[in-house]
């Protein structure tokens, strides 16, 4: 098998670039943007849930000395436990802790969907493309005085970028995408670990708050 029979520039360009346009002009910079940055983070660690842990315990040690009253906040660096934490010490309410948690949850899962979505359109759109080329290299089969070489190169055009589009969709996009997702849920699930921990520990310096009670009916 010759495996450089399969190299064609024309068939990767039909496709490849075809996919890339169509995919922008469906998703938009923005979305594409998105899918981009959460490609570029596969591979590196997205959230240190053991770094975060150990700073978060030096501010759950000085709410254990100091009271939720006089505790400062200790910002590490990640916004969403730094706002989590400010919520916390300006409300003295886990509660407050926890909404802060799922605003920017809300976030991330809003902006990973996207990437992910839109990762999924462009394995979507790979073979149709791959058919687009298979097409567009069948139609010059009917130029005027094509030759046997024309011919045969024509046909080989038609078949790689079929080739192509399914493989760019299934061995490449298709699995990018996977990959971003299961990363995401990853780093919620660290998240959400860390976000229960605190609030077991900070539960039992917070005032406790007396239910009110209704007055008895004459």
């Given at each position: 098998?010759?495996?450089?029979?399969?190299?064609?520039?024309?068939?990767?360009?039909?496709?490849?670039?075809?996919?890339?346009?169509?995919?922008?002009?469906?998703?938009?910079?923005?979305?594409?943007?998105?899918?981009?940055?959460?490609?570029?983070?596969?591979?590196?660690?997205?959230?240190?849930?053991?770094?975060?842990?150990?700073?978060?315990?030096?501010?759950?040690?000085?709410?254990?000395?100091?009271?939720?009253?006089?505790?400062?906040?200790?910002?590490m660096g990640d916004s969403e436990f730094d706002e989590a934490t400010d919520a916390l010490l300006a409300k003295r309410s886990v509660p407050a802790l926890l909404d802060a948690h799922e605003a920017h949850k809300r976030r991330r899962i809003e902006a990973n969907e996207r990437a992910v979505q839109t990762l999924v359109q462009a394995a979507e759109l790979a073979p149709v493309f791959g058919l687009v080329g298979t097409l567009y290299s069948l139609s010059q089969l009917a130029a005027v005085g094509i030759g046997k070489d024309a011919f045969a190169g024509a046909i080989s055009t038609a078949v790689l970028t079929t080739l192509y589009g399914l493989l760019f969709a299934n061995l490449l996009l298709a699995p990018l995408a996977r990959m971003v997702e299961r990363a995401a849920a990853r780093e919620e699930k660290e998240r959400q670990k860390i976000v229960d921990w605190l609030a077991r520990q900070v539960a039992q310096d917070l005032p406790h708050r007396k239910p009110v009670e209704l007055a008895e009916a004459v």
């Open positions: 098998m010759n495996v450089f029979s399969l190299v064609d520039p024309v068939a990767a360009a039909i496709v490849i670039g075809g996919t890339l346009v169509a995919t922008v002009l469906r998703s938009g910079f923005a979305d594409c943007g998105q899918a981009l940055a959460a490609l570029a983070a596969i591979g590196k660690p997205r959230f240190d849930a053991q770094g975060v842990r150990a700073e978060l315990a030096i501010q759950v040690r000085e709410i254990h000395r100091d009271g939720v009253f006089r505790a400062s906040p200790h910002h």
